[in-house]
Every structure is written in C-alpha cells, then in structure tokens.
C-alpha cells in the first residue's frame, strides 16, 4: 500500500498541472507558503485536515479525491 503521503503528493502536483499553475501560482492561490506546496508535493510534509481542505478547495476537488 502506498504511503497516503506519497498519494497526496501524486494528486495534489497532478491537479495542480492539469489546472495550469506554477507551484508559486498555486500557493498564492490556495494561501499557502510555495515551499510548504513544494514538500507536500515531494511527500515531505504531513499536512493538517485544515491544510488539506484548503487545497482541496484551491482545485475545486472533494478533500478526498487528494487522497484516493
């Protein structure tokens, strides 16, 4: 089973491409530190709910299409 960081990560760079924003784009947008995008992103972090909702919101996804 991979690791939900790992999964995380994956979704998070994923949908971040796919709408079109630099990481620094992406942070501003969401209200989030680039380089606290930047370690989630590398499995680095292990975010909060609050931190996972907030990006969630960001992409316009359900908090739990981040971690399938």
Do not use: C
Not at 34 to 52: C, K
């Amino acid at each position: 089973m991979t690791d939900i960081r790992q999964r995380l990560a994956r979704n998070v760079a994923r949908l971040r491409k796919e709408a079109g924003w630099s990481q620094e784009a992406f942070a501003d947008h969401a209200g989030i530190h680039r380089t606290y995008i930047s370690d989630i992103e590398r499995g680095a972090r292990n975010p909060t709910i609050e931190v996972v909702d907030r990006i969630a919101k960001a992409l316009r996804v359900k908090p739990g299409a981040l971690l399938d």
